[in-house]
């Protein structure tokens, strides 16, 4: 999945579970209210990638 965050592209794999990738890998995912959520497996995703609110998310699926 292609994500915009702010300025910066990210290709980020939508996953179910934090297990679902390495550890310090990104994973788009969705989360226990209902939200679309990036973050880091074992990381802080804002930190990493210094990412401060508000901040314009632009999430881009294409169709295999």
Same mark, same amino acid.
């Given at each position: ?12 794999? &939508?996953?179910? *579970? &934090?297990?679902? #990738?390495?550890? +310090? ?7 226990? *209210? ?6 880091? +497996?074992?990381? +802080?995703?804002?930190?990493? &990638?210094?990412?401060?609110?508000? *901040?314009?998310? #632009?999430? *881009?699926?294409?169709?295999?």
């Amino acid at each position: 999945v292609s994500v915009m965050i702010g300025a910066s592209k990210h290709s980020i794999s &939508f996953v179910k *579970t &934090f297990d679902d #990738v390495p550890v +310090n890998e990104k994973l788009l995912y969705i989360d226990s *209210t209902d939200h679309v959520a990036v973050a880091v +497996n074992q990381g +802080n995703f804002a930190d990493k &990638f210094k990412v401060k609110v508000p *901040t314009k998310f #632009v999430v *881009t699926i294409k169709p295999k």
